[in-house]
């Protein structure tokens, strides 16, 4: 079956910390994976793409197909980071959509 | 820049009204999806629409019905709003060809509605 897991519903960090947000996924075939951020009051937006091979706001992921795991890293976490992140998988299949694991609540404090 | 609008930011309704939610992308996509968003649920699917008066049933079609007559408007149908669908509802749209932006789901700002 078709998954995405995010195990952690919540991650709580001091600012400066290291954050990595854990997602693992389940796909037979060569997924896209994908990182979408949510900050408050804000609508879904797309982070970054594992094809992108980018880092944007300090955050980079590696595909892992070994592990299959798609984990979003950052070395000094910011106040300005927290916010709701959702993994999700395309199956690179016309007329299909994003799957989207249930999400990591990121809380940064000072 | 992308935009997907969504007709309402909050509405409430009664239990036992049809209930309409629209949304609008103004890029031209192909693909549009409904969502609702629920804590600790994540994201769940309900429908989507890869093409004019196509859909598709998501994970979570139960109560809900949609309709695409123009490739850019996807409507979102309660037939008898019931409280178990208070939520918060996300329309997506996106594009399968070919590109930097395939596959990318470009979300609107959500519509919170309460069934009361």
């Known amino acids: 079956a078709q998954r995405v897991t995010q195990p952690e519903k919540l991650l709580s960090v001091f600012k400066g910390a290291p954050v990595e947000l854990k997602c693992n996924y389940s796909y037979s075939g060569s997924p896209e994976l994908f990182w979408y951020v949510q900050y408050s009051r804000q609508r879904l937006q797309l982070l970054l793409r594992h094809i992108s091979r980018e880092s944007i706001k300090g955050f980079t992921a590696d595909l892992n197909k070994g592990e299959t795991s798609f984990h979003l890293k950052k070395p000094f976490a910011q106040e300005e980071d927290s916010a709701m992140y959702y993994c999700a998988l395309s199956p690179n299949q016309a007329g299909t959509a994003l799957i989207f694991g249930k999400g990591t609540t990121l809380s940064v404090s000072s | 820049d992308v935009k997907v609008t969504q007709s309402s930011r909050y509405l409430v309704k009664r239990t036992g009204e049809k209930v309409f939610l629209e949304c609008v992308q103004d890029m031209d996509h192909e693909n549009m999806f409904w969502y609702r968003q629920d804590p600790g649920l994540g994201l769940r699917l309900i429908y989507f629409s890869y093409d004019v008066k196509m859909k598709e049933k998501g994970d979570i079609p139960e109560g809900y019905s949609v309709s695409r007559e123009k490739k850019e408007r996807f409507s979102l149908i309660l037939e008898s709003a019931s409280t178990n669908q208070t939520s918060m509802y996300l329309c997506?749209?996106?594009?399968?060809?070919?590109?930097?932006?395939?596959?990318?789901?470009?979300f609107g700002a959500g519509t919170r509605l309460s069934v009361l």
């Open positions: 997506a749209s996106s594009s399968p060809g070919q590109g930097g932006s395939k596959n990318i789901q470009y």
